[in-house]
């Protein structure tokens, strides 16, 4: 039984994560990741009480697997920016679901909001410490506009539908804010 509601649980970010992605967080009703998980209303709320909790689990997820890609980079501007333009070649890519999130979630003190600033923090804190390693004068300045670079980079990728170049000019952007 344990397993089926582990399932159960999965289909649910499952469904929740690929109707976010396509389509928004707020268009999205319950009763379309209902159907689409196939599960009742009963189990629906069993595991997530509210849509609000589902959002929230669903960005921690995001947390967690862009952490594992964080883990994984090889530590060069080129390798960090390839990161991001697989990000941007996903199928359904819609941009950074921190971002979309935080956009739909306008309350600072919203959980959703929460886990953005903890997604946000962690990259910063991430990057200072790719930049201090590389002898960056300021690494925490650098991070904060290494951030800002990823954050336009996903936007112009995603705009544009030319991963590509946004990657491509983010490594430039990386490689000229660590050598400055």
């Not at 990259?123 to 951030?147: H, L």
């Not at 995603?158 to 490594?171: C, F, I, K, Q």
Request: net charge negative; proline share 5%; aromatic share 8%.
């Amino acid at each position: 039984m344990a397993s089926t509601r582990g399932q159960a649980r999965e289909a649910i970010l499952a469904a929740a994560s690929a109707l976010f992605t396509a389509h928004g967080i707020r268009a999205v009703s319950a009763d379309r990741i209902l159907a689409e998980a196939g599960v009742s209303k009963v189990t629906f709320y069993r595991h997530f009480p509210s849509k609000d909790e589902l959002v929230v689990a669903y960005l921690e997820a995001e947390l967690e697997r862009v952490q594992g890609l964080g883990r994984s980079a090889t530590g060069e501007p080129r390798a960090i920016a390839a990161i991001f333009e697989n990000e941007m070649c996903r199928p359904g890519f819609r941009g950074c679901p921190f971002i979309n999130a935080a956009a739909e979630y306008p309350d600072p003190d919203h959980p959703v909001r929460a886990v953005v600033a903890r997604f946000r923090g962690w990259m910063i804190d991430a990057i200072a410490a790719w930049a201090r390693d590389r002898g960056a004068q300021a690494p925490d300045e650098v991070a904060r506009q290494v951030m800002m670079l990823r954050d336009g980079a996903l936007v112009d990728g995603y705009v544009t539908g030319n991963p590509r170049r946004a990657a491509d000019e983010l490594a430039a952007g990386i490689e000229a804010l660590v050598a400055a």
